[in-house]
């Protein structure tokens, strides 16, 4: 079992949808969660960063953390066709003592907006 | 806007032959990741580098695949030599350390070097 799941997807939503994106993790060190968007052929682009239980908004964007649950989930509104990408959910444990903070991905969501 | 910067952007190399990939991280950023990403999936970690010191590379092929970082800025990671199974797209990442005290920060990529092997 992977340490962080993620479902592929694709997902296909009409502009001015809101989208829900998901990722489950088994390591309970996890601390740190992230958020990428990956365009075709490009880098991942971060898009939202957290260390806490709760909600963090910026914007369109609001990402969500349960570690009781160990669920994160990312909320997109208003969605628009320049939000098509691929999202990746990413973690890391606290960088101190033998862990450096290496950072694990799920599998990415594929994501398309239709006008 | 600063940001992490990748060369060459697109390489294709025959079978056996040997391959080398440029990263150069965003100033002052101490920790720098090599991740390779198949088509279809997300990155996986290669090589993560504190300063010049490998932290973590239980993930890199060591028969083929070498990384360093000398001074502590900028970095080469080498394939040779490249197999088929070696086309990818290889992400450099970095982030910041905060003060003298080791803390996670928000990671940055560049646009990698996508490989194609024949």
């Known amino acids: 079992q992977k340490e962080v799941e993620q479902d592929p997807g694709p997902l296909s939503v009409p502009e001015g949808a809101i989208v829900s994106l998901n990722c489950t993790y088994s390591n309970s060190a996890f601390q740190y969660f992230m958020w990428y968007r990956q365009y075709s052929r490009k880098g991942p682009e971060l898009l939202m960063y957290?260390?806490?239980?709760g909600n963090k908004e910026d914007g369109r964007f609001t990402a969500q953390v349960d570690k009781s649950s160990k669920y994160i989930s990312l909320f997109i509104r208003d969605s628009q066709p320049s939000d098509s990408a691929t999202y990746l959910c990413?973690?890391?444990?606290?960088?101190?003592?033998?862990?450096?903070?290496?950072?694990?991905f799920g599998q990415g969501t594929i994501l398309t907006v239709h006008p | 806007e600063a940001e992490v910067a990748q060369s060459p952007r697109y390489k294709i190399t025959e079978k056996s032959q040997a391959v080398a990939f440029w990263c150069d991280p965003i100033s002052g950023h101490a920790t720098l990741y090599w991740y390779r990403q198949i088509l279809g999936q997300g990155p996986e970690l290669l090589v993560q580098?504190?300063?010049?010191?490998?932290?973590?590379d239980s993930q890199l092929p060591k028969d083929r695949f070498s990384a360093e970082r000398l001074k502590g800025v900028d970095s080469t990671l080498k394939i040779q030599p490249a197999e088929l199974g070696d086309s990818a797209m290889y992400l450099c990442a970095s982030s910041a350390r905060t003060g003298g005290r080791i803390m996670n920060t928000e990671a940055f990529f560049g646009q990698g070097t996508r490989l194609t092997v024949v």
């Open positions: 580098f504190q300063d010049e010191s490998v932290v973590d």
């Open positions: 957290t260390y806490s239980s």
């Open positions: 990413a973690m890391s444990a606290f960088a101190g003592g033998t862990s450096y903070g290496k950072l694990t």
